[in-house]
């Protein structure tokens, strides 16, 4: 069992930046992988950026460049640093751990970008 906490949403202008965490409840050194997923008002929930137990990272073509993921094993926290904020990256963002043939997922952060 994984329990992930979310935290690090909130309101930012265009063009501003905000870091994300999700902190685990456990060691996710062999979690494999993590990943921030987002939902935004009437659409379907998105994959934004994945990270392997090696540090393999892949992202969303419409936030390559702007946002990072990376993570710290000793802290079992994944981080998304957000930068250069657009209006259409308002949405909740979900943490997700796949561990042990199951999927975890956290409560999720409101992220608002206004213009």
């Known amino acids: 069992q994984v329990q992930l906490v979310e935290s690090g949403g909130g309101l930012v202008q265009a063009g501003g930046s905000l870091r994300l965490s999700c902190l685990a409840s456990?060691?996710?050194?062999?979690?494999?992988?993590m990943a921030w997923y987002r939902r935004a008002p009437g659409k379907q929930r998105e994959l934004v950026a994945t990270i392997t137990s090696s540090g393999y990272t892949n992202y969303l073509d419409s936030v390559k460049g702007r946002f990072t993921i990376s993570r710290d094993n000793a802290k079992n926290t994944v981080y998304l640093q957000m930068n250069s904020l657009k209006p259409e990256d308002t949405a909740v963002y979900y943490c997700y751990a796949h561990w042990s043939l199951n999927n975890y997922w956290g409560q999720g952060t409101q992220v608002t970008v206004s213009s």
């Open positions: 456990g060691s996710i050194s062999m979690i494999n992988p």
